[in-house]
C-alpha cells in the first residue's frame, strides 16, 4: 500500500476494484465503513453485488476481465473536462501524451459497450474521483487475477498519478494483501528475481553484497522459475522440491495437472502444520510449528512489521520453521545456526536498506512501517511524497485485453473465484477451528436465479461445474449476488477443488493466473 | 495554541486542555472514578450514572464522563452523596441480575462485580421482579446471555460506530428494555441481524451479557496469561490477545492494535482452535512403500539433505524448486531465501503472492 490503513477512514472518495473488502479483509471495511459515515463517495468496480457495493453510492458491476477500458474510461472523461491535475502530471510524471492518445478513444460510450458499465456512471465517478481532495484506490486479486493484470494495475496508477492522488495522506493506489506475511514474502526475498528488500539478482554489486555476507564464493545471477512455471517444470527440469507452508494442490490452477506435476518428482519435502492435501504426495514431511509456538515478525499490507510472539510451546514434536530450516541447511554442509529470530532479524536490518532500522527490541515498543533504514528512523507512513522509486512517475498506456478462455457455445458461463468471509485460502486452518467451519460447513456455487431456472435448479441442489479441464461438484446457491452468465465459489474447500476447474492461462509479467475468469458450463446433478 | 484549564479534584489541582471531561481530568491526576457506559472511543451517553460526581454549586451530581472540566471548577469523586448514589445505583442493577458469580465466565473481570466489591454492594436491597430470558447459543463464536446485561449499550456503539454493522439497538422501554438485533432475531440469523460474527461486541462487555463461547470453563480470568501477537490471517496485520491457560491457547481476546485498535474480525477472534487440533503435525514423516511411517528428526533431515544435495549434484541447482511461504515469518523466508540462494545455488524461489 501506498498508504496506511488508517488513512482509508480520512478519504473522501474511495474506488475499490476487485476486492471484497468486508469478506477478505473485514478490518479494512471498517475503515471504509467509517469513511462513508463521515461522507466519502464510495464507488466499487466489480462483476458480484458484495456487501461493499450495496454501501456505495455508484456500484460499477463491470463484465469481469474488463478493468482497463473502465479506467481508460475514467481517464478519458477527466481529460476530456479539464479535471486533471495538470501540475502535477507536469512537475511529477512522463509519458501523459502517449497515455492520453491511448485513452482517447476509450469514450463513455465505447466503455460502456466493452464493460456494460452505463456512460453516465463512468461520467460522475470519473467527475468524483478527480474532483475530490483525497481519493484513494484499493485493489486486490480482482485486479491482478487476469492474463492482464499487470496492465489492470497500470490502468490503476494512471489514474492516480493523472488526478496526483498519490504521494500525500489518504490518497494513493493500495493494494489490499491478502495472507498474513505475503508482504514480508516479497520483503525476504522469496522471489525469483530478488533479494531482500527488492534489490535484484541482476546487478552484481547485489551478488556480491550477498555472497560476501553469506560466506560464499558466489550467488546466482540466473532468474529462477515462479511457483507456477516451477510446478510446471517438476518432473523435468525440476527434480527436487521444498515446500514450506504451502498448498499448490489446493491453491494452484488446473488442480490435476499440479498433482500430476509433483507425482513425477525425484524427492518431495514439505513442511507444514497439517497433512495438506500437497504434504501427502511427499516423501518425506516435516511437522512445524505454528504462529503460536514461536517468536519472529509478519509484514502487514501497510508495509508494517509487527512481532509474533511465542505463546506456548510447539506442540508433539514439531519445530519452528527457522529451527527447521538452519537444520537443513546444515545436514546439507552449510553450518546455519541463529540463538534467536531476533539475531536473523539483525542479519536482515544488515543487508535490507528498508529493514536497517528495524529491530525486535524496538518493535517491542512500537511497530515500525518500512521504509525504516536507521535506528532512529520513525518508519514511514505513505510513500512516493516527494519522488516516485524511479524518479518521474511513468504513465503506462494500455489496451483492453480480453480474457484468455470467454464463454462459447459449449461453455457458456464465467466462473470467478475468490474467498469467504469465514475461511481462509485453501481452509487448512479454518477447517480445523472447531467454529468457523461449523457456521459455514459446506461451499456453494452462486448463480443468478435466471441461469438457475434454466437449468432447472432450485437452491441447495447439487450442480457440477465443468470447464476444459476438470469439474466439481457442489451445491447451487441463487444469488443476486452474480449476474446471468457469471457463477462463483471459493477455493478454500477440500471437497469443493474448483482449481481443476479454474485456468491456468497467466499474465506474462506476473505470472500470476486468471482466476476471476474462465469458461464453464453447469449442469444440475440428477 | 490550545487553551488550558485549571480544576480542583478531591484536593488536587489538576491542569487539562479545554475540552477535557471531568473523568478524563481525573484519569489524568490517577483518581479512580467507576464507569459502566463510558468508552474513550465510542461517542457519550452519558446513560448509566455509576460515574457521577458532586459539584458543588451543580444542580445534581452530573456525570463526570459528559461534564467538562472548566476553570476552577471543584470536583469530589468519593463524597458521601456520591457514594450513596453510586450504592444506589448498584442495588438496583443487582436486584435484577442473576447470582451466578461462582460459574460466571467473566468472574474476575466484570465491572459489576468489581463495584459491587469496592462499595460493600450485596444483592438484597431491593426485591422485585427478574428477567428470564433464554440464552442465545445458537451459534459457535458468542454467547448472549441478556440477564446479566446492564444496558450499558456499549456492545450497540461498538457495533455501529467501530464496525459499521449496526446488528443491534435497544428496544421496548423501561423494565423491557433489551438489547436486540431487530425483531428479536438471534445473531445467527444473519439475514436479518446483519451480524458477521466479529464479536467486538464481546470486546467492550463489562459484565457477563457477552462471552466468547469456546472460552466458556476453559479458564478463570486470573488463570490467564496474554500473549499479544500478530494474527496469523489476512494480510491487515491486527494484533490480539492470546490468551493461555497451562501451555494452551484457550481464547483470543482484543489488546490495542496499531491497525485494528481492539477490533478483529470473525476468523481472529475465532478461528484459533487449529493450533491444538488433532490433525497437527507431531513427528516427521518419512515415505515408505507409499505409506508415511514416523520418523526421527535425524532421519528425516538427513534424509532430506540427502536427496538435495544429490538432485544439486546430479543435475545442478537449478533441477531444484523451493516454495517459502506467505504464513511464515520475515525471518524464515529471508532464512528460505539464504538456503535457496547461498546453499543450494538457485533462484528458484517463491512463495503464493500469485494465488
Known sequence: MTNSIGEIADADFILTAGTNTFDAHPIIGIKIKQAVAKGATLAVIDPRLTDSAKLAQYHLQLKPGTDIALFNGLANVIIEEGLYNKEFVEARTEDFDAFKQTVAKYTPDYVSEITGVPAETIREVARGYAKAKNSTILYTMGITQHICGTHNVFSTTNLSMLCGHIGKESSGVNPLRGQNNVQGACDMGALPVVFPGYQPIGVEANREKFAKAWNVESVPDKPGLTVGEMVEAAGKSIKAMYILGENPVLSDPDANQVIHELESLDFLVVQDIFLTETAQLADVVLPAASFAEKDGTFSNTERRVQKVRKAIEPIGNSKPDWEIICLISTAMGYPMSYDSPANIMNEIGKLTPAYGGITHERLDVCSLQWPCPAPDHPGTKFLHATTFSRGKGKFQPVEHIPPDELPDAEYPMVLSTGRRRYHYHTGTMTQRTGALEVFYPNEYLEINCADAEKLGVCDGDKVRVISRRGQVELAAQLSERVTPGLVFTSFQYPDVPINKVTNAARDPISKIPEYKVCAVKVEKVS | ?355
Open chain 2, 1 to 355: 495554541m490550545v487553551a488550558n484549564v485549571t480544576l480542583t479534584i478531591d484536593g488536587n489541582q489538576v491542569t487539562v486542555t479545554k475540552g477535557t471531561t471531568v473523568l478524563e481530568a481525573a484519569e489524568q491526576a490517577g483518581i479512580f472514578i467507576p464507569t459502566f457506559c463510558h468508552d474513550p472511543e465510542l461517542s457519550k451517553p452519558g446513560a448509566c450514572r455509576i460515574c457521577v460526581v458532586e459539584i458543588p454549586g451543580a444542580r445534581n451530581l452530573p456525570a463526570s464522563c459528559v461534564t467538562e472540566a472548566t476553570e476552577g471548577m471543584v470536583v469530589y469523586t468519593a463524597s458521601p452523596a456520591v457514594i450513596e448514589a453510586r450504592k444506589t445505583n448498584l442495588e438496583l442493577l443487582l436486584a435484577n441480575h442473576p447470582e451466578d458469580c461462582l460459574t460466571c465466565n467473566k468472574n474476575g473481570e466484570c465491572r459489576l462485580q468489581d463495584y459491587a466489591y469496592y462499595y460493600g454492594v450485596k444483592q438484597d436491597a431491593f426485591k422485585g421482579e427478574k428477567h428470564n430470558y433464554p440464552i442465545e447459543d445458537d451459534n459457535p463464536f458468542i454467547v448472549r446471555d441478556m440477564n446479566k446485561c446492564i444496558l450499558c449499550g456499549k456492545c450497540i456503539r461498538m457495533c455501529e460506530e467501530v464496525q459499521g454493522n449496526n446488528v443491534i439497538n435497544f428496544a421496548f422501554r423501561g423494565f423491557n428494555s433489551i438489547v436486540t438485533p431487530a425483531m428479536g432475531a438471534h445473531y445467527a440469523d444473519t439475514e436479518i441481524s446483519n451480524c458477521v460474527f466479529c464479536g467486538n461486541c464481546v470486546s467492550v462487555c463489562p459484565v457477563g451479557a457477552l462471552s466468547e463461547k469456546a472460552m466458556i470453563g476453559k479458564g478463570r480470568r486470573w488463570e490467564i496469561q496474554k500473549v499479544t501477537t500478530t494474527c496469523p490471517y489476512c494480510g491487515v496485520g491486527c494484533q490480539f490477545d492470546l490468551n493461555v491457560k497451562d501451555g494452551k491457547v484457550i481464547g483470543v481476546t482484543s489488546t490495542n492494535g496499531d491497525v485494528n485498535g481492539r477490533a478483529l474480525c470473525v476468523k481472529g477472534r475465532f478461528g484459533y482452535g487449529f493450533i491444538h487440533h488433532p490433525d497437527r503435525l507431531t513427528t516427521p514423516l518419512i515415505k515408505k512403500d507409499g505409506e508415511f511411517v514416523e520418523a526421527t528428526w535425524d532421519e528425516a533431515i538427513s534424509l532430506v539433505a540427502k536427496k538435495l544435495n544429490a538432485a544439486k549434484d546430479t543435475y545442478g541447482p537449478d533441477a531444484i524448486g523451493i516454495l517459502s511461504s506467505a504464513r511464515v515469518t520475515n525471518e524464515e523466508n529471508y532464512l528460505m531465501n539464504k538456503l535457496a540462494r547461498a546453499v543450494i545455488g538457485t533462484n528458484n524461489i517463491d512463495h503464493c503472492a500469485r494465488l
